[in-house]
């Protein structure tokens, strides 16, 4: 079973940024789609970005142009730069493992999930 392990976030001031970082605990991300979701307090889990094993990025619409999200190019990392950080952006993000055709409800597994907190 491939465990995904989860580092970065934080606190930041509205306009700062933060990294998130994502590994597995066996093999790479190589085949699949990696995508990260995020969940705030008394909210459903959302997606924020997922890129696939070409490389081919996708982002919702409430955080294009202010996040990015790529990968090792051995595959065995996966990341998220958050620049211009919103209070709206406040939330546990996860970062999980997809279908190669980036499905967003064929999520296999999950990390553990990462703070990020924005204050105005």
């Known amino acids: 079973q491939v465990q995904l392990v989860q580092s970065g976030g934080g606190s930041v001031q509205s306009g700062g940024s933060l990294s998130l970082s994502c590994t597995a605990s066996s093999g790479t991300f190589s085949s699949y789609c990696m995508a990260w979701f995020r969940q705030a307090p008394n909210e459903e889990r959302g997606w924020v970005s997922t890129?696939?094993?070409?490389?081919?990025?996708t982002y919702a619409d409430s955080v294009k142009g202010r996040f990015s999200v790529s990968q090792a190019r051995d595959s065995s990392m996966l990341y998220l730069q958050m620049s211009d950080l919103k209070p709206e952006d406040t939330a546990m993000y996860y970062c999980a493992v997809l279908s190669p055709a980036c499905h967003l409800d064929s999520a296999r597994y999950w990390g553990q999930g990462t703070q990020v907190t924005v204050s105005s």
């Open positions: 890129i696939n094993w070409a490389g081919a990025t």
